[in-house]
């Protein structure tokens, strides 16, 4: 402000408006955004104008940040002492960090060419003049910021000029001026003369969506959530600042299924009172099946019809599904170690294993592994009977050992198959007459007992 400010103050004047626009550059926020301000000024009832700043000068507001949340908006309140006043052309508004005071920080946005309308309150959400870019300045709760408005030319109080509120006093620390003839940034509220209000400079913060409690339809509670969050996973949401503790969440409607068939959504409680069996937190009837039934394949390869999940599961089966049955069930076949003649070990299935000549299957879910490293997989190792001449052991020793002794049987000088070393009574790798005779004294013949 130039050196002859004080006789300019004498222009100011308190203005009663009754009705007062704001001039927006976008439409109107949520209901999130909070308008932060310094001055007292109510309605607009009493406000002053003050003139006398020159070009390049700054005149505006310190603020404060009341949460987490972005800066959508300033309003600057112009005001002129001539019902004709044309609108002003400001150089710039700027937003800049205020830690410190009076020099502000660093620039956090310029917006260019505002145009100042008298008698309204001006609001501005674009930083550039074609209002393409809408103002947005990430700010936390409790960030100082300095919000002032540039003067393209010199005003006076006639033709229009920045306002005051009047009656409470200039809040210090809280209102700035800019004035590179005075020494550069100062404390407004040191010309008590020619400030005697805060300035009528403002900021609207976008704060961020609030958080609460979040009631899911299981009936449990999730605190420190958002609106949007919430109901983003089915929930409702409790209310700003709302907490789990003194929130009774009710469990929501889930399919209810009664016997021998029937669905109806309703509560837990109310589906328990009624015989009904509960489906689950977020069930429906529309996508619930209702008492099940089923093929369920087998780990073996084998299939049972009329199981429930449940059931199936039990068994350690796989469910195929409601109303399947297993004539059209696929049953995957398990895969077990196929001993073949000369020692050696694949791992198939069972009907391909009885394809390869003289080939033994072991069993499901058997496989080659030689965990003893005796070169022979252990599921292809004979287990040999009690007594050993019991080769099926059944028993007895009858026909059916002495059928499979001479499978075995190689003759003096022979090799013994590793699924025939039982038989290889005197351990000198043939299956031989010797042989044949201990078997022939265990001989019981059918059922007659273990010997």
Known sequence: MDSHMPARTAHAFAAVISTVAVLAGAS??????????????????????????????????????????????????????????????????????????????????????????????NEFRH????QTVPLNVPVSADQI?????????????????????????CQAGRNLLFAP?????????????????????????????????????????????????????????????????????????????????????????????????????????????????????????????????????????????????CGAADCPQPIGACCLSNGGCLNLIEADCVVIPQSTWAGAITDCADVDMNGTADACEPSCGVPWEDADRDCDVDLDDFAAFGQCATGAGGTATAACTCFDTDGDGDVDIHDYGRLTVAFTGAGGGCP
Request: charged share 15%; aromatic share 8%; proline share 7%.
């Open 28 to 121: 109107r926020g949520s209901a999130a955004e909070i308008v932060v301000r310094n001055d007292s000024v109510e309605n607009f009832n009493l406000v002053a104008v003050f003139g006398g700043f020159t070009t390049g000068e700054e005149g505006g507001s310190r603020l404060t940040s009341p949460c987490d949340g972005s800066i959508v908006g300033i309003q600057i309140l112009w005001w002129a002492g001539d019902p004709g006043a044309l609108p002003y052309l400001g150089e710039n508004i700027w937003i800049r960090r205020a830690e410190t005071f009076p020099a502000p920080g660093d620039v956090l946005q310029q917006l260019s060419g505002p145009i100042l309308q008298p008698f309204v309150l």
């Open 181 to 325: 003839g005075l020494g550069g940034w100062l404390d407004f509220c040191g010309f008590p003369v020619f400030l005697q209000g805060d300035v009528v400079v403002r900021a609207v913060i976008d704060c961020a969506d609030p958080p609460g409690a979040c009631c899911l339809p299981d009936g449990s509670c999730i605190e420190n959530i958002s609106d949007i969050d919430c109901q983003g996973i089915g929930g409702t949401f409790q209310g700003e600042g709302s907490d789990c503790n003194a929130i009774e969440c009710p469990l929501g409607d889930q399919a209810c299924c009664f016997q021998p068939a029937g669905c109806l959504d309703l509560n837990p409680a109310d589906c328990e009172t009624a015989g009904g069996f509960p489906q689950g937190a977020g069930s429906a009837c529309a996508a619930v099946e209702c008492f099940p039934s089923g093929a369920c394949c087998l780990p073996d390869g084998t299939c049972i019809d009329n199981l429930s999940p449940e059931e199936c599961n039990t068994a350690g089966g796989a469910f195929q599904g409601n109303t399947t049955t």
């Open 127 to 130: 930083v550039d003049e074609s």
């Open 145 to 169: 910021f300095a919000v002032t408005l540039e003067f393209s030319e010199p005003t006076d109080p006639q033709s229009g000029s920045m306002t005051r509120d009047v009656g409470d006093g």
